[in-house]
T-cell receptor, first 113, second 110 residues
Framework: KAGVTQTPRYLIKTRGQQVTLSCSPI?????VSWYQQTPGQGLQFLFEYFSETQRNKGNFPGRFSGRQFSNSRSEMNVSTLELGDSALYLC????????????FGPGTRLTVL | EDKVVQSPLSLVVHEGDTVTLNCSYE??????LLWYKQEKKAPTFLFMLTSSGIEKKSGRLSSILDKKELFSILNITATQTGDSAIYLC??????????FGKGTKLTVNP
């Protein structure tokens, strides 16, 4: 079956702009989680959605938001981009949630200039 | 603040060696501990541990959790160059929220 897909794969933005990233989970998976990965901080949890509801979120400012659609596809939005938002953004899907095996997508590499 | 610490941060071994990777944690509400392997970009799942003392095994990899001492180890025996990767430990704290360690970068030389 098809894996987790993320679009776009690479993105270059300038400070102050906003960006929307997309994640399509594995068919049948209702949980989608988002993570930010940087060399300094490692992998950090952003939020998790299940059946269109956000069940938890990490310690990120309100500029980071997300949503999930009825087909389980998810989007993540970052507004008023800062240089420090440059990172690899990974999404992962699973049947039940983060405490089970998650399948990660290839990530979106965001560069903020 | 919830914390997951992995050690060592980096390790270089020769093919055939056995390695032990460590993960210790201090969290307010432990639900489970997960190990992932990250080779290029997408981490891949290795193990989920919830109970102390029960070893999980998959081929040359095995892992065990000690909830009293708050740590887990990941063992890899007879290492191969294909084991070269970053190994990530994560703890699920409260509902669906994960806290990751910084990872251990393992390099296996032929």
């Amino acid at each position: 079956k098809a894996g987790v897909t993320q679009t776009p794969r690479y993105l270059i933005k300038t400070r102050g702009q906003q960006v929307t990233l997309s994640c399509s989970p594995i068919s049948g998976h209702r949980s989608v989680s988002w993570y930010q990965q940087t060399p300094g901080q490692g992998l950090q949890f952003l939020f998790e959605y299940f059946s269109e509801t956000q069940r938890n979120k990490g310690n990120f400012p309100g500029r980071f938001s997300g949503r999930q659609f009825s087909n389980s596809r998810s989007e993540m939005n970052v507004s008023t981009l800062e240089l420090g938002d440059s990172a690899l953004y990974l999404c992962a899907s699973s049947l039940q949630g983060t405490y089970n095996e998650q399948f990660f997508g290839p990530g979106t590499r965001l560069t903020v200039l | 603040e919830d914390k997951v610490v992995q050690s060592p941060l980096s390790l270089v071994v020769h093919e055939g060696d056995t390695v032990t990777l460590n993960c210790s944690y201090e969290v307010t509400n432990f639900r489970s501990l997960l190990w992932y392997k990250q080779e290029k970009k997408a981490p891949t799942f290795l193990f989920m541990l919830t109970s102390s003392g029960i070893e999980k095994k998959s081929g040359r990899l095995s892992s065990i959790l000690d909830k009293k001492e708050l740590f887990s180890i990941l063992n890899i025996t007879a290492t191969q160059t294909g084991d070269s990767a970053i190994y990530l430990c994560a703890v699920v704290v409260e509902s669906e929220k994960l806290v990751f360690g910084k990872g251990t970068k393992l390099t296996v030389n032929p």
